[in-house]
């Protein structure tokens, strides 16, 4: 086990910035020790006061459109506006491949060895509940670390857009010219989501096309009904190679943050993502009191090879499980 600081160190640490004791408060709140939760969660809550000052952006798109090229020149871009700037991830693939996709060290070059920028890849062995969790306390430790702009990645292949969705501001979706139809298809849900679309690579030989296909998507996303905030989804060409289109991105970004403080959205948003996140916590403690419950625990392991051969129904024994779980309850601090 790594060293732990005292809640005080922890604490001063994260709120005077510094990169290495916020990078070991983010240790602590993703380990699953019962000494190190409790610790975490004290952490956490003394530190909410300091939080919610910062930019939230969510990044998604399938892999290899460019989301690492793009978080370390657009956080560049940042950094020369005198933000400070942490990237995390959501990788719920990370694991079953244990090496996470984000966390790979060779990206974000750049980004990781300017002072003023924080990169955290996703914490491994997780669910996708638990990820979203950890990610959540960890942009909260960013915000009061001072960080200014939060980029929270993920790979656009399934629920964890919907869980980063649900954390963040402005939600940014990559994409490629020529992708095809039937990836457009798979893709509706996702630019639902969305409240800007670059299609990012438009450079070389590919400019031409990424054009194109900038009108295409937008032409698309125009017969969407007007979402109730009634900000229209934009969709912009850039290059995360070579840099251009991307002020735009941030010029859209801070449209979008000015309106939606204008017409009360930016609060409405976070107090239900405040909600999202109670009943996230709420479902998490009970998860793990089942779970960790010795008799449910017995019973599982005795039980369980009958409910795979199909000898006994998952919906009964799931309710005799929880019958038995309820009525074995010792009422103590969770
Ligand atoms: P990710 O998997 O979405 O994070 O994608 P990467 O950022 O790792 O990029 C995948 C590949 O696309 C790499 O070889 C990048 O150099 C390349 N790439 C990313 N952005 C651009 C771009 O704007 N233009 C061009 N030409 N290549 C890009």
Redesign the pocket.
């Known amino acids: 086990m790594s060293k732990r600081l005292s809640l005080s160190e922890y604490q001063e640490g994260v709120l005077a910035g510094n990169r290495v004791v916020l990078g070991q408060a983010i240790t602590l709140i993703e380990s699953t020790l019962d000494s190190d939760v409790q610790l975490a969660s004290d952490l956490v809550q003394s530190l909410l006061s300091k939080t919610g000052n910062s930019l939230r952006i969510g990044i998604t ?13 657009f956080g560049k871009l940042l950094l020369d506006q005198g933000k400070k700037v942490a990237v995390l991830a959501v990788d719920p693939s990370s694991q079953m491949t244990k090496g996470s ?2 966390g790979d060290k060779t ?1 974000m070059e750049k980004l990781s060895t300017d002072k003023r920028a924080f990169i955290r890849p996703s914490p491994a062995g997780l669910t996708l509940g638990g990820v979203t969790a950890k990610t959540r306390e960890a942009m909260l430790l960013c915000e009061a670390a001072g960080f200014d702009v939060i980029l929270v ?1 993920t ?1 656009g292949v399934g629920q964890s857009e919907t869980a980063v969705k649900g954390m963040v501001d402005f939600f940014l979706l ?1 994409m490629l010219a020529g992708a095809g139809d039937e990836l457009q298809g798979i893709k509706k849900g996702i630019m639902e989501m969305a409240d800007g679309v670059l299609i ?5 030989d ?1 400019l031409a096309e990424a054009k194109k296909a900038k009108s295409n998507y937008q032409n698309a996303l125009d017969l969407f009904p007007l979402s109730k905030n009634g900000w229209s989804t934009p969709v912009l060409a ?5 840099g251009e289109g991307l002020p735009e991105v941030w010029k859209t970004i801070l449209e979008y943050e000015k309106k939606m403080k204008l017409n009360g959205f930016w609060d409405q948003n976070r107090a239900n993502q405040r909600i999202k996140w109670l009943d996230e916590h709420v479902d998490f403690i009970l998860g793990k009191a089942f779970h960790d419950h010795p008799t449910v625990q017995k019973m599982l392991s005795s039980e369980k090879e009958k409910v795979r051969s199909g000898e006994l129904n998952p919906l009964t024994f799931a309710r005799e499980l929880t019958r038995v779980f309820l009525s074995n309850l010792k009422f103590e601090k969770p």
């Open positions: 798109g399938v892999p290899g459109v460019g989301k690492s090229t793009f978080i370390e020149t996709i984000l990206r990645e790979v990559l990012n690579k438009a450079d070389g590919n850039g290059s995360s190679i070579t």
